[in-house]
């Protein structure tokens, strides 16, 4: 059971390297994370995807990522790991459905399409805002709680499950030094 994090920074893979540890982007936005992921609370985390392989290519048809391959149940077992899908669509859904029910609420407010963008740029005293982030806040705990998983749960997940996971490692990352290092293979 493989597990793999990539980046398409080739300066952000040399810094893992150099550090002897694997450590996200500084900049999350457009990056690593959707603003969905930061609300959600998941920037404290490094996402690595569960046998599969993430490339981006160039217009001449170079991978650009770079990247470790390490062992997932090791990461579930020594670091704690969380197993589950990709919740990005989720918290979209999640999100949409809290404006929603504040618009209900108040029906002074008219748009929830407005009330999400507001809460995507993070202007909490547009009206809605505040109590719509509050209630994804609350909510989108429960879906974390319901579609993750750590420990022997994680790990059955891991050896069972044909959907894709992905491992997301907090705290003490995983060392780069311990890791295969990927090899970039070109796009046919």
């Not at 982007?25 to 404290?44: M, N, P, S, V």
């Amino acid at each position: 059971m493989v597990d793999a994090y990539y980046t398409t920074d080739e300066s952000h893979y040399n810094e893992c390297i150099e550090k002897g540890t694997i450590v996200p982007t500084k900049d999350w936005y457009g990056k690593r994370f959707c603003i969905e992921d930061f609300l959600a609370g998941d920037h404290q985390y490094i996402f690595m995807f569960v046998n599969d392989r993430y490339s981006i290519f160039d217009e001449d048809g170079k991978d650009n990522t770079f990247g470790f391959v390490l062992d997932a149940e090791a990461l579930v077992t020594e670091s704690n790991a969380l197993v589950g899908p990709d919740l990005l669509n989720e918290y979209r859904a999640l999100l949409n459905e809290c404006a929603t029910f504040s618009v209900q609420q108040n029906p002074a407010l008219k748009n929830a399409q407005l009330i999400v963008r507001g809460v995507l740029a993070g202007a909490v005293t547009e009206p809605g805002v505040a109590e719509t982030m509050l209630l994804f806040r609350t909510r989108v705990s429960e879906l974390q709680n319901e579609r993750r998983c750590r420990g022997e749960a994680a790990l059955k997940r891991l050896r069972e499950s044909t959907e894709p996971l992905e491992l997301l490692v907090g705290g003490a990352s995983p060392s780069p030094r311990r890791a295969e290092k990927t090899e970039r293979k070109p796009h046919n």
